[in-house]
């Protein structure tokens, strides 16, 4: 599923770029996008009680963009289980992948503030949607990031890292033991 914007005013900061948040925002809008597509939307909430929280969510940001660049972003469902979803998103603009980032939901009974299983109906589309396609299962792995979350690992064909890796906690020169 895809969803199209342009870069705003807004978002731009003093650097002359997207500003960090702004990615997010960007995913956020594209998580209710297919959300509404999947019937897990505002109206399934107001109808049920139920929705779906946000509890992780990380952002690899991969270039720039700037004011009115057209970002397209590709989402994708990486997993999902009864009682979670988790979201991949691909972000574009006519120069290349901007960033990739990985969401994952719990559906959540608001008027008992307990996770529990989605309804059997919602639980078929994902699963249909997951599973409909090989090019879903490609988008998937793609935005998938390995143990340690470096992409590099992932896709050899992104800008190599020019900073080294982070430095463990016990090894961090700063640091204490």
Same mark, same amino acid.
């Given at each position: 599923m895809s969803y199209e914007t342009t870069v705003r005013p807004e978002w731009i900061d003093y650097?002359?770029?997207m500003t960090d948040a702004a990615y997010a925002v960007l995913c956020a809008e594209a998580?209710?996008?297919f959300l509404a597509a999947v019937d897990l939307?505002?109206?399934?909430?107001?109808? #049920?009680g139920r929705? #779906?929280?946000?509890?992780?969510?990380?952002?690899?940001y991969l270039r720039?963009?700037?004011?009115?660049d057209v970002v397209t972003v590709e989402t994708v469902?990486?997993?999902?289980?009864?009682?979670?979803?988790?979201?991949?998103?691909?972000?574009?603009?006519?120069?290349?992948?901007?960033?990739r980032a990985e969401l994952l939901y719990?559906?959540?009974?608001?008027?008992?503030?307990?996770?529990?299983?989605?309804?059997?109906?919602?639980?078929?589309?994902?699963?249909?949607?997951?599973?409909?396609?090989?090019?879903?299962?490609?988008?998937?792995?793609r935005v998938v990031h390995d143990q340690v979350g470096h992409l590099d690992a992932v896709?050899?064909?992104?800008?190599?890292?020019?900073?080294?890796p982070p430095v463990a906690p016990a090894e961090h020169p700063t640091r204490q033991p």
């Amino acid at each position: 599923m895809s969803y199209e914007t342009t870069v705003r005013p807004e978002w731009i900061d003093y650097n002359g770029h997207m500003t960090d948040a702004a990615y997010a925002v960007l995913c956020a809008e594209a998580s209710e996008a297919f959300l509404a597509a999947v019937d897990l939307s505002a109206d399934y909430q107001a109808a #049920t009680g139920r929705t #779906t929280y946000t509890v992780e969510s990380h952002i690899y940001y991969l270039r720039e963009a700037v004011e009115g660049d057209v970002v397209t972003v590709e989402t994708v469902i990486v997993d999902s289980d009864s009682k979670r979803l988790r979201l991949g998103h691909t972000l574009r603009t006519a120069s290349g992948e901007i960033a990739r980032a990985e969401l994952l939901y719990l559906h959540v009974n608001q008027r008992t503030g307990r996770v529990e299983p989605f309804p059997e109906d919602r639980q078929r589309r994902l699963t249909k949607i997951a599973t409909s396609s090989d090019e879903h299962a490609g988008l998937a792995a793609r935005v998938v990031h390995d143990q340690v979350g470096h992409l590099d690992a992932v896709d050899p064909g992104l800008p190599q890292r020019t900073t080294p890796p982070p430095v463990a906690p016990a090894e961090h020169p700063t640091r204490q033991p």
